[in-house]
């Protein structure tokens, strides 16, 4: 496994076959931050994201780094806790340089642990088979712990899409709100197996600035809820409560979160989009910081991705052009800093905010960096 994992990162020695996979030529020659390190080894924690930033201030040319070509930025298990990084400053290039250090292997003969040294002391690759596996170790594209309670939940919800969800039709003891170990009666579920289910209401509407059309809505989180017991109507019970929840409100199947390890990368086409809300404002102006979640009106229709990289521009004012007795004057868009984006819906998309210069604003202006 070791092996592959090491072909897969090695494979592609030449930027130009990057270049010429992702359908687009470099803007500019990558260049490498001056106190870039020679010599990086990976710990728990880090990121695709935050290792690329030690070498280059464009982290998202993260693939330019390892020459990697579409197929293989697919592919997330790249680099995991241990492995040795090497900087070529020749050739701009980052590789594997040795085994994880401290990890233990197995012999799948013998079941002994093997490593072979050479005589320079680097460490002698065989075939063989890891003692424990590295699978829930990989690093991954940006902070999971920020994105993972969006992972598995559906943030966003098309202007009839849970018109058919289950709904609570009735509580226990005929409550209004109900809280944490309480019961409640929905209709809907029916005979579906799933045991967990989130708990929804329709929120604020995600309109698009340019066209002024709606998009779709927030699905607001209020709980999550465990089937007790099936049927028409069948009785759930509250596990935990966000906000309030009463008759009314609907239920979603309870999803498994998938980790975000793809590549950082730039979107193979030109994207111009706007940001149209940041999570949680309940459609209040706000501003969004680092680690903020936006929503962008962009999706998978305009060839958005989990993984690309936009660049934020905070919008131009209008000021009085002193210049001339009347009239005022467009100023330009100011670059703000960098969003992630990790997950796409078909017309709307989801961005974590990476790292900016100023605060970003709805009809903020999103753009292929």
Not at 60 to 69: A, K, T, Y
Not at 97 to 114: N, Q
Not at 293 to 313: F, Q
């Amino acid at each position: 496994m070791v092996q592959l994992l090491r072909k897969s990162i090695t494979a592609l020695a030449f930027f130009a076959i990057s270049a010429a996979s992702s359908g687009q030529a470099p803007s500019s020659p990558l260049t490498l931050r001056p106190d870039a390190p020679d010599r990086y080894v990976v710990v728990p924690g880090d990121t695709l994201w935050g290792i690329a930033s030690r070498y280059t201030d464009s982290p998202w040319r993260w693939p330019e780094l390892w020459g990697l070509n579409k197929d293989e930025i697919r592919n997330p298990h790249l680099i995991y806790p241990g492995y040795v990084i090497m900087l070529d400053r020749a050739r701009g290039r980052l590789s594997i340089g040795g085994e994880p250090t401290g990890a233990p292997t197995r012999a799948p003969s013998t079941g002994a642990p093997t490593q072979a040294r050479a005589p320079s002391g680097s460490v002698k690759l065989g075939p063989r088979v890891r003692a424990e596996s590295l699978a829930k170790e990989g690093i991954p594209s940006i902070p999971s712990s920020v994105i993972e309670p969006f992972l598995s939940r559906p943030l966003i919800i098309e202007p009839d899409g849970l018109d058919k969800a289950p709904t609570i039709v009735g509580t226990q003891a005929d409550r209004v709100i109900l809280a944490a170990g309480n019961s409640a009666y929905v209709r809907g579920i029916g005979s579906a197996p799933e045991e967990s289910w989130y708990v929804y209401r329709r929120g604020v509407p995600l309109v698009d600035p340019d066209s002024n059309q709606t998009l779709a809505y927030e699905a607001v989180y209020l709980g999550t809820a465990r089937l007790e017991r099936g049927g028409e109507p069948a009785t759930v019970v509250l596990t935990s409560v966000a906000q309030e929840v009463g008759a009314g409100d609907k239920l979603v199947a309870a999803g498994r979160p998938q980790p975000i390890n793809y590549a950082p990368r730039a979107p193979e086409s030109k994207i111009h989009g706007r940001v149209i809300g940041i999570y949680g404002s309940l459609g209040k102006v706000g501003e969004a910081g680092p680690q903020s979640i936006i929503s962008i009106n962009k999706g998978a229709r305009d060839g958005l991705e989990v993984g690309h990289v936009l660049a934020l521009y905070s919008l131009g004012g209008s000021v009085r052009d002193v210049s001339r007795a009347r009239g005022t004057i467009k100023l330009p868009d100011e670059r703000a800093g960098l969003a992630f984006v990790f997950r796409v819906f078909n017309r709307v998309s989801y961005a974590l905010v990476m790292n900016i210069t100023r605060p970003v604003s709805p009809l903020d202006v999103v753009q292929t960096p």
